[in-house]
């Protein structure tokens, strides 16, 4: 195996053995090969949708396949499998129908969409043939996978929206432009850095969409304190990110004696007005994905995976059996929810009734965080935010959006935000906000000095805020703003992040804790030159730099 996607990579180069993530080689190599699957749908659908033929089975499976191979996603082999299998078979169908419309590509002799399926065994095979270092040429290689690693965190967000049944057929087709364009050897260094940016054009239109669905499904987020006790009853811990599982599951979970907790991402849930009425909503138990295999334990009840941020059960501990995936996300042993049928709803009664077996949660906190400051919020109050900044009660904005992890030098982002000056306000969205989010900041004339807009797509609020702020000031350039970015990444949704924050102009952003092991020297010092993309060093050193 070799894989390089997440923050994680094994000496800041890669993982070759096994997954810092804990997934397999034989996962690895089977991630590559589904989106190699992927790609093979996309030379076919591609060209057909040009000419105006489009399939929900590929606009469903183009982004499902990519979704699936995110970090921390699926460690399930099996269900890799029978992806990569149907990916062939849709290729297979598509390929019938551009032929039966007189329709070719130049790709049609490529293995991509040529290649035969066996059994288990060759498949594996073809698999350690398929995956990153395939590419020779480490700069193309490394703009190969900036675009591909764009497109995973584009089509998890996409996929969000499609959930809630919004859809936008150009990002449909860019993903198959994008996705062929990797297979593509004519394109040069400059022809890969354009279709970076584009990536992050739709990036942008991408996270729009689903702001769109979330807020047209369950109004706009509120500024909400959110209990982080217990209650009495039994309970069941939702993670990950999809709103419409946790609609269902509290819908079902209604009148039942089961009370449902948020975990991690799921967390601004509770800002949604639509969530709001349900009483046994009670509140987020615990703080970020990678401290879940204490906290899981603690919590005594059943939990259920949306999406990724699973991390394996360690050894000795009993929740695995308590365990459930749906969706995209998988992992063995762990019972999945099955996709809910055309029309329906997921069904998630075995959940519940594994519930009703379980003790309370232990606590392990108690009290509130405040959160739900998402661009309808802010801008509501753009006339306070406003005046703070003419009157030098607020100096300068901080964005500390993106990923948390496990790694020990996080604790960086804790101390950056202890050692902010009083006059700063921190703009947060995604995991990252655990490392400061529960810290007692205070605030700057009743704005509090950490506005939480949501999850980690929310980073759309935080660039809509921006271009308002932009607009009230009457200034030409985004980045005339007083506003620093310090990011944390972790995997492949902070890449769209970043990727849709270049297409808006946005420059001298800091990422860190390391800069990603998929840019190469060339590719890094593009980013530098063009953008002013820095890295991180302590944080004293920092401090200066952004106050300077």
């Excluded at 390929?95 to 065994?121: C, L, M, Q, Y």
């Excluded at 400051?373 to 006339?383: C, G, P, T």
């Excluded at 970015?485 to 804790?513: M, S, T």
């Excluded at 993309?533 to 302590?538: K, V």
Aim: charged share 25%; glycine share 8%.
């Amino acid at each position: 195996m070799f894989c390089y996607q997440c923050q994680e990579a094994a000496k800041g180069t890669g993982c070759t053995v096994n997954g810092v993530c804990g997934k397999k080689s034989d996962v690895a190599n089977l991630q590559d090969l589904l989106v190699h699957s992927a790609k093979g749908v996309a030379v076919y659908s591609g060209e057909l949708r040009k000419v105006g033929y489009s399939n929900k089975a590929v606009n469903k499976y183009l982004l499902e396949s990519l979704f699936i191979t995110i970090t921390n996603a699926n460690f399930d082999a099996d269900a890799i499998v029978k992806s990569i299998k149907e990916g062939v078979e849709l290729r297979d169908e598509l390929k019938k129908v551009a032929a039966e419309k007189g329709i070719t590509s130049k790709f049609a002799d490529h293995d991509v969409a040529t290649w035969i399926p066996g059994d288990r065994n060759e498949l594996e095979t073809k698999s350690e043939t398929v995956g990153v270092l395939r590419t020779e040429n480490e700069d193309v290689r490394s703009l190969r996978e900036l675009i591909t690693y764009g497109l995973k965190g584009l089509a998890a967000y996409g996929h969000h929206a499609m959930n809630l049944e919004k859809e936008n057929p150009e990002i449909y087709s860019f993903v198959e432009k994008a996705l062929v364009a990797t297979l593509d050897d004519t394109l040069s260094a400059d022809d890969l850095v354009a279709l970076t940016l584009e990536t992050g054009k739709f990036g942008v239109d991408v996270m729009a969409l689903l702001d769109a669905a979330n807020t047209e499904a369950y109004g706009h987020p509120e500024i909400t304190e959110v209990n982080i006790g217990v209650g009495t009853n039994p309970g069941i811990l939702i993670s990950g990110h999809d709103l419409k599982d946790i609609e269902e599951l509290l819908e079902q979970t209604d009148g039942t004696g089961v009370d449902v907790y948020t975990h991690s991402e799921m967390l601004p849930a509770h800002y949604y007005p639509a969530f709001k009425k349900y009483k046994h909503f009670v509140g987020n138990y615990g703080s970020s994905w990678w401290n879940q295999n204490p906290e899981f334990e603690s919590f005594n009840g059943p939990v259920l995976f949306t999406t990724n941020c699973i991390v394996p059960p360690k050894s000795g501990n009993t929740y695995a059996d308590k365990v459930y995936t749906t969706g995209a996300a998988g992992f063995p042993g762990f019972k999945h929810i099955a996709d809910r049928p055309e029309g329906g709803k997921k069904d998630f009664s075995a959940v519940i009734e594994h519930a009703k077996k379980c003790a309370a949660p232990t606590e392990i906190e108690s009290g509130t965080i405040v959160g739900g400051f998402a661009h309808n919020q802010v801008i509501q109050l753009a006339d306070k935010v406003v005046d703070a900044v003419k009157t030098g009660a607020i100096k300068k904005f901080f964005v500390m959006a993106g990923c948390d992890g496990r790694m020990k030098d996080r604790n960086y982002y804790t101390e950056f935000a202890e050692k902010l000056p009083q006059d700063t306000v921190i703009l947060t969205a995604g995991c990252a906000k655990y490392r400061y989010n529960k810290l007692a900041l205070g605030d700057i004339g009743g704005i509090p000095r950490v506005l939480d807009a949501g999850q980690c797509n929310d980073s759309y609020s935080l660039a809509v805020i921006a271009l308002k702020l932009k607009e009230v000031f009457e200034l030409n350039d985004i980045n005339e703003l007083p506003i620093a970015y310090n990011i944390a990444w972790y995997e492949q949704k902070a890449v769209i992040v970043l990727l849709a924050l270049l297409y808006l102009g946005v420059k001298n952003i800091h990422l860190g804790p390391t800069l990603p092991a998929f840019l190469s020297p060339n590719v890094a010092k593009v980013l530098v030159e063009n953008f002013g993309i820095a890295g991180i060093g302590t944080v004293d050193e920092d401090m200066k730099i952004f106050l300077s």
